[in-house]
């Protein structure tokens, strides 16, 4: 039985969870790592899509984000011994095949398998992606056209919906001298089946689109692979760079840090810490969690407008004069969509001026209007303490620790664990 693994890296457009029928699973963590959900006994899927508290919500991550929780995907999921790991990338060439790519090639990547459609506007796109296999040394396995044409499921007539006007994906393999694995008629019953996560190849074993699918898979299953027999991707470690703490060693540290100053100690075993030590990262994270999740169950179960407004304004204080700046951020980014540095990048890519007199008011109203993203939830207890639990979890999902239930909250921080363990 042919073992299969896939990767989710459309970071912030994750689609796989529905299309397989596995929304609303869980990721868990074992430990040699995360385990990836399990659609059939013999394919897996991991995705940033289990990770979120809603299908709704939204990943507005810059490319360092993205490219960490890729490469923790990679080196901290246990996929087990596969003979096929899939890697669903977006659309372009950005930080997601950059992370994908620069990672796997010491594991050995066997190659790219190319989508594109008809139309000229696809497939200039996809040169460019070819390219970008060609400079990065990525073999290319072929191209597959989608919806190439409709098949009527009637009398059979073949009908171009999209007419290619250069001669689509065949003339452009030809002159690329790159291989085309076949063409992929539009099929709304397919579509259908992704929406609602049914087996295509079960619902429609005879159509035209599960043929030539069998078809594309005959082509590429006889080709040279690699079994990927280690239950992670090897190189990982937390010194990494893009590394998603993104966090200083300790305050200290980074203090020296910031004024550019160069230290070299002597090589020799460290001692123990003393207790009365500033605190390091790891010991101002935990105290800082145990404050505010104790703080939110203890919060008001029905509190007063000026309660919840005062619970607001901390929260926003909280996230600008936290003692770890690269910590801030990161609560920061979780809080707010970083405005400002959005409309920067506009104004560079308008030409605009950068004149801050100018822009201030205008930034000051967009902020203002789109400020929060995930504001805190303070209209009573329950909703601060499970806002806050996934605030956490956020956290630990970048950090490659376990996911807390937050239907749990009251039980570890306020009330003790039911069965009694901590009367």
């Not at 159509?207 to 006889?222: C, H």
């Not at 980074?254 to 030590?277: E, H, L």
């Amino acid at each position: 039985m042919t073992r299969v693994g896939i990767l989710d890296a459309d970071i912030c457009g994750p689609s796989q969870p529905r299309v397989l029928g596995v929304r609303g699973e869980q990721v868990h963590n074992s430990g040699s790592g995360w385990s990836p959900v399990y659609v059939t006994d013999n394919l897996s899927l991991m995705s940033i899509g289990f990770l979120l508290g809603s299908p709704d919500d939204a990943v507005i991550w810059r490319g360092p984000k993205k490219n960490g929780m890729i490469k923790q995907f990679l080196s901290e999921v246990d996929w087990g011994e596969l003979d096929y790991l899939l890697i669903d990338t977006p659309p372009g060439t950005s930080d997601e095949h950059l992370s994908a790519v620069q990672y796997l090639t010491s594991a050995g990547l066997d190659g790219a398998l190319v989508v594109t459609t008809p139309q000229e506007v696809a497939l200039l796109d996809v040169r460019k992606e070819l390219q970008f296999c060609t400079k990065l040394g990525v073999p290319v396995l072929g191209v597959l056209e989608n919806m190439s044409l409709f098949i009527c499921p009637n009398c059979k007539t073949r009908s171009e919906i999209f007419p290619a006007t250069t001669g689509g994906a065949a003339q452009m393999c030809s002159e690329l001298g790159v291989p085309l694995l076949g063409s992929l008629p539009l099929d709304p019953i397919l579509a259908r089946c992704c929406d609602d996560g049914r087996d295509f190849l079960q619902e429609l074993p005879s159509s035209p689109a599960v043929t030539a699918l069998r078809n594309i898979v005959d082509t590429i299953e006889p080709l040279p692979k690699r079994s990927l027999k280690s239950s992670k991707m090897p190189g990982h470690s937390a010194d990494d760079e893009d590394k998603p703490c993104r966090a200083c060693s300790d305050f200290k540290t980074w203090a020296k840090s910031q004024n550019k100053v160069t230290f070299t100690t002597p090589n020799k075993q460290p001692s123990p810490r003393p207790k009365d030590c500033p605190l390091d990262k790891d010991e101002l994270g935990t105290s800082t969690w145990r404050f505010l999740h104790t703080m939110a169950s203890y919060y008001p179960k029905s509190p007063t407008k000026k309660q919840s407004e005062d619970m607001v304004q901390f929260f926003n204080i909280f996230a600008q004069f936290y003692p770890c700046e690269p910590c801030a951020l990161d609560f920061q980014e979780d809080l707010f969509m970083r405005w400002f540095g959005k409309w920067a990048d506009f104004l560079i890519v308008f030409g605009m001026s950068m004149d801050l007199s100018v822009h201030i008011p205008k930034m000051i109203r967009v902020i203002e209007a789109n400020i929060k993203i995930n504001p805190p939830r303070t209209e009573n207890q329950d909703a601060l303490a499970k806002w806050l639990c996934e605030r956490h979890n956020t956290v630990n999902v970048k950090l490659g620790k376990p996911v807390f239930d937050c239907s749990k909250v009251h039980e570890r921080w306020r009330d003790g664990w039911l069965d009694g363990s901590c009367d």
